[in-house]
Structure formats: structure tokens, C-alpha cells
């Protein structure tokens, strides 16, 4: 995504909306394959390298921060290694060590210009088995600026034979291990993914968002669930109004609380309504709306509204789906594959009828029987999120739903009354079994239209 400071947006009275570019535009489209090109000539070459070649461009052309947004998002497809056949650091301390016991390297020497720090480059080299420019090279090649670019979308320098093939550079947040649907970097594959990132860097400081999608529900709410977002989920239809139930649903709406409002504005969670949003032009028909904190009007406590739908000509590079919300999803869907056990654990995709609101459990767990237990999956929320969270499960009255509730959290059995004895505690990941042995008590004929009480 893009920095702050290379957001660009208008603000009127009340609101701010980002200055997208028109992808069509001649000027942008040759600004986008200019860069792109001189990524591709600098593989292999160094960062610091890079960078000169992106800030020439950059004064030749008005649109500064245009130029430096493109050139911000290639680099997010980038990997820089440190190329050098000893480690940087070995190499230093050998040469310091030589140069103490006889003289010191006051400066960094042109190789033949000065033969008293020559001889003491020539004897690290020697004693390192390296030649005299490698040893020079590569003394500070783990600087950043001296770093080597190696890798670019899927294009690997081949001037770097340890760079893995099969690996993946883009990301969808800093500790996921979950990639992007893969993606060729074309012109208009960089345009529209900066017009993405700049409606994203207006999410930095949302303090709440509302979405409305009227199709790919699993889709959606899947990214709201893997970024962590606390949501509320209400049934709506086809004009965006609330319905009383989900049987006369035409679509869903989702408020998110976002940064400023749960965390006193933590950017790693307005990160993650960023990352979030990407997920909404999946959809055919979407509608977003924001809150966002106005730092620089010098009123406190003042929002801006910040509204995107699908005709803002916004598009993805998600994949359809995300596989699991979570790393302990993830680790006991694994698990479960190991496991003897006839049950299966399915993601799940119904929506639980609340009344008002709805209720999108993790998974189902099924017997070949057609017995079936929904499964849902309790981990780290703010305590306000959490008390909104069990109020749904209690409200969802289903005899065949059972959960499992993270240790850390604030909470206790007397928080699940009347179900606690369907309620599986865990501290850092799920067993299997204990889930196979609820679920063996608890499960339904998974034919019947409903399980309450």
C-alpha cells in the first residue's frame, strides 16, 4: 500500500475523496511503463542504484507523488538481498582487525589509489579466499542503499542463482502467509492498483466503516474475519434497508469499528481496514461508507465522510475466497487432515438468523451419518467486541452449535449460560478430538431445516 505521505485526496466541508487517476490517460500510462521498465533493467543491480534512476524520473515529471506512488507499489513486489560471498560483517572485521594492527582506513579508497589500504583489502581477500573487489564490494554490502534487487514480481535476476522460483513476494498483511491471486505487473495491473491504494490510505484513520454487499457473502465476510475486524451483520434488502430477517434478505450489511475508535487510534489496525478493502470489489454490487479522523482541521474529535461503491471503478487482486480467518483456523483444519476420525470439518457458509442481526460461524463439522454440529472459533477481541460476541452466540439459542473460546480472553463459563457445557477452553491451539467428542454429543440430523431448542 501506500504511505501517508503519498496519499492524494480533496477534502470539502465534510468530506474527502481521493484524486483517483484515469487509468486511460495517456501521460500515466507511459509514466507506469517507464517504471516498470527500469525495475526490470535493474535486476541485479543495487537499491541505491534503483532509486537514483526513480528520482531522475521523478524530476522530469509534475506529478511528483504519482511518480513516487507507482514507484512505491512495484517495490512492494521487490525482493532486495544482500549479495556478497562472505557476510558483510566477516568481512568488516577482518579488515578492521588488519588495519589496526598496522594503519587505519580512514576512508573508503578507490581500488589503486591507494596501495597502503590496497594491501589491506588484498590480505582480507586472501585470508577469505575472495578476490580484492568482492572483498571491497562486498565490506559494506549489506547496507540498505547496497542491497541487490533480485527479485521482481516473478522475475528473478540471473545474476542471483539463490533466489527460490516458487516463491511469492506479495502479501497480504505482514504476518500472513496467505498470497495474492496472482497477478502479471502490466500497466494496467499498476494503475488500477494505485487508484486501490490511494482509497486504502484514506482508511489509515477510519473510525468506523459500514459496508453493504448484495452478493459473494462468504467471500466478504471471510476477509472481514481474516483482518481481525469486529463486526456487527444485519440483514438488508435490495434498497439497503434493514429487513427482520435474513428470509427476505437481499444482501447483508457489516459494521466494522476501526482504528481510532477501539484501539486510540492504532495504525496497525487501520492497516487492516486498508487491507480490507480490496475484498469489497469482488462483489457485483457493493457500497462502503467510512468515518474518518481529520487530524489536520485542528477540530478534536472531528470526522470526515469517506464513501466508495461498486461504480467507483476500484478492482481487486484478491482471490475469490480466503481459505481460512485465522492461524489457529489454519492449524486445526491441518491437524484435522492427520486425525483418524470420520468427521469432517467443512467451512462453513450458512448465516445464522439472529432476528435483527446475523451470525457467520467458522465451520461445520459433519458425520457421513448427516449428523452436523456448527463450529465457532472465539479468539482475541476487545473486551467490547467480545461481550457483542457472546451476546450472539447466547442469542442464537442452537442446540448443535458449540464453540471454543481462547483462554486469554476475559471471560468465563459464566458468560456462556445455558450452553457452557458446549464450550471448549483452549490456550494455544485446538485439539481435535476435544472438538470430535462435542461434537459427537451435540450434533443433529443435518437435514432438518432447523436446531433450537
Known sequence: MLTADLARSRTDENSITPLLIDTDEQQYRETAAELIQIFEE????????????????????????????????????????TVAPVDSREIRQELFEVANRNHPIVRQPTLGED???????????????????????????????????????HRVSDKYEGADESSTTTRLTGDSEESYAEDTITVDWLLTRYNLALAQAELYDATEMWIRVWDSFATVFSYV?????????????????????????????AILDGAASLFSKSRKYGIRMANFLPALPLCDRWEMEADILDDESGSAGRTLSFELDSSSGLSSHYSAQGEFDSDVERTLAQKWERMNTDWKLVREDDVLDLGAEVMLPDFAIEHPDGRRVVFEIVGFWTPEYLDKKLAKIRDADRDNLIVAV???????????????DRVLWFKSGIHVYDVVELAEEYAVDGRAPDHRH
Open 42 to 81: 535493474h535486476l541485479g543491480e543495487s537499491r541505491g542504484e534503483l532509486e537514483d534512476t526513480i528520482d531522475q524520473l521523478t524530476v522530469s515529471d509534475t506529478d511528483y507523488k504519482i511518480v513516487q506512488g507507482l514507484a512505491k507499489l512495484l517495490k512492494d513486489e521487490c525482493e532486495f538481498e
Open 115 to 153: 596501495t597502503q589500504s590496497v594491501w589491506i583489502y588484498s590480505t582480507v581477500a586472501d585470508r577469505l579466499g575472495i578476490s580484492l573487489e568482492e572483498c571491497y564490494r562486498g565490506m559494506y554490502a549489506d547496507l540498505e542503499e547496497n542491497k541487490r534487487l533480485v527479485r521482481f514480481g
Open 225 to 253: 474475519k481474516l483482518f481481525g475486524l469486529m463486526h456487527r451483520i444485519y440483514p438488508i434488502d435490495s434498497d439497503g434497508n434493514r429487513v427482520p430477517s435474513t428470509d427476505v434478505a437481499d444482501g447483508y450489511e
Open 406 to 420: 481462547s483462554e486469554r480472553l476475559d471471560c468465563s463459563s459464566d458468560d456462556f449460560e445455558g450452553m457452557d
